[in-house]
C-alpha cells in the first residue's frame, strides 16, 4: 500500500538541474537550478505573449487585443496613481507586472498530471525580496534624483505641528523601510500559503482514500471539492498579488515622483 | 522550509538567475516591445479622434450646407411669388385697358345708332306732314270743293301736329 505522505513544503525545494552545481561567478554559486529553469519559462512565454501581440495593426486581432490590454491595464494604474509623468515607468512596472502574473501562473499549471513538476519561483523571498528591493531602490534613486534633501520632507506629512515632527519623523522613516519587507514578503507568503494549503489538502484526499471507505466521504470528498474552490481561489490570488505588487509599485513611485 | 533551509546554498544563483531573467523582461520586453504596442494604441486612440472630429466637422458643414439650401430655397420661393403677382398684376391691367376700348366702341356704336333712329324718325315725320296735308288737300276739295294750294295745306297741318 502506497502510503499517502505528502510533504507539504517540499515543491519549494530547489533543485540543481543539469549538473550546474559548480557554476560560480566569484565564489558564488550561480548554479541553474529548477527555479531558474521556471524563471526562465515564465520569460519565454512572456516573451512570446508580448511578441504575438506587438503586430501595431490598427485593427486589432484577438491576441493583439489581449496584450494591448494587459498594457492598457498597466499604463491606467501609472496614470491613475502617478499621472502623466508615470508613463516613464511603464517598461519597469510592466515587466514586474507580467513576470509576478506569469510566474504566479506557471506554478498553478497542473503540470504534476504529465509527471512535471511547476515551480513557483514568487514563492521565494529570495525573488521576491530581490523585485521588492529593485523597486524601492528605484522609488530611492527617483525621489532623491528629482528633489535632493527635500526628499526627507515625505517623512513630515502636511499640516505636522512643529513639536510633533521628533515624534512624527521616525515613525514615518520607519513606515517607509518597512515597504521592501512588506512588499516581498507579501507576495512570497500569499504564493507559498496558497501551494502549501492545495498540497494539504491533497494529502488529506490521499491519505483518506487509502485509510477506508469510511474516510474516503469523511475527509477524502469534502477535501478535494475544497481544493476545486481553492485552485480558483489561487488562480484569483496570483492576478491579485500581481497586481497589488504593480499597484504599490507605483504608490511608492508617486511618493517619489510627487512627494505628497 | 526550503526556503530557509536552502538559503545559504541557494541564494546567490536565485538572486542571479532573477536578474537575468527579469532583466531579459525589461530590456528586451519593456524597453524592446512595449513601446511599439503603446505607439500602436495611442496612433488607433489619435485616429480614432481625428476620424470623430473628421466627422463632427462634416456633420457641421452639411448642416451649413442645409441652411444655406433652405435660405436659397426661400429667397426663390418668395421671388416666384413676386413674378406670379407681377404678372396677375400685369393680366388685370391688360384686361381692364381690353374693357375699356370695348366699352368706347360699343359707345360709339350705340351714338351712332340712337343718331341714325332720330334720323330716321325725323324723316319719317317729315313724310306724315306731306301725306297728311295732301289727304287734307284731298278732303276738303272733295267736302267742300275747296281747292287749297300745298303751301297753305302743309302750313295748316304743321301748325296741328306743332299743337297735336
Redesign the interface.
Known sequence: MAEGKVDP??Q???ETLFGTDHW??GG??????N??LW??I??VV??VF??G??K???V?GRWQMA??GL??FV?NLLQANIGKAGRKY???V??LF??ILFANMLGLLPLALVGVHPFT?T?????TG??AI?SFAIVLGVGFAKHGFHFFSLFVPHGTPVPMIPIIFPIELISFMVRPFSLGLRL?VAM?AGHVLLEVLSGFVISGTNAGVGTFFLAAVPSFVLMIGICALELLVAGIQAYVFALLTCVYLNDAENLH | ???IE??A???????????V??G???F????G?????????D??DK?IADDLAAAEAARAAADAEEEAWRVQANKQRAEAQAVIAAAKADAAKATDAKLATASARIDETVTAAEARIAAARAAALGEVEGVAAEAAQDIASRLAGLSIPAAEAQAAVKGVLANG
Not at chain 1, 558564488?28 to 537550478?33: Q, R
Open positions: 513544503v517540499h519549494f525545494t530547489i560560480s561567478i558564488y554559486n550561480i548554479a541553474f537550478t527555479s531558474s524563471m526562465a515564465t520569460t512572456l516573451l508580448v511578441a501581440g506587438a501595431r495593426e490598427l486589432p496584450v494591448e498594457t492598457g499604463d511603464l517598461p519597469y510592466f515587466s507580467g513576470f519561483a514563492s521565494h523571498f529570495t525573488v530581490v523585485l529593485m512570497f507559498m | 522550509m526550503p526556503q536552502q538559503l546554498t541557494t541564494y546567490s544563483s536565485q538572486v542571479f538567475w532573477l536578474l531573467f527579469f531579459i523582461v525589461f528586451v520586453i519593456g524597453r516591445m512595449l513601446p511599439k504596442v503603446v505607439s500602436t494604441m496612433g488607433r485616429q
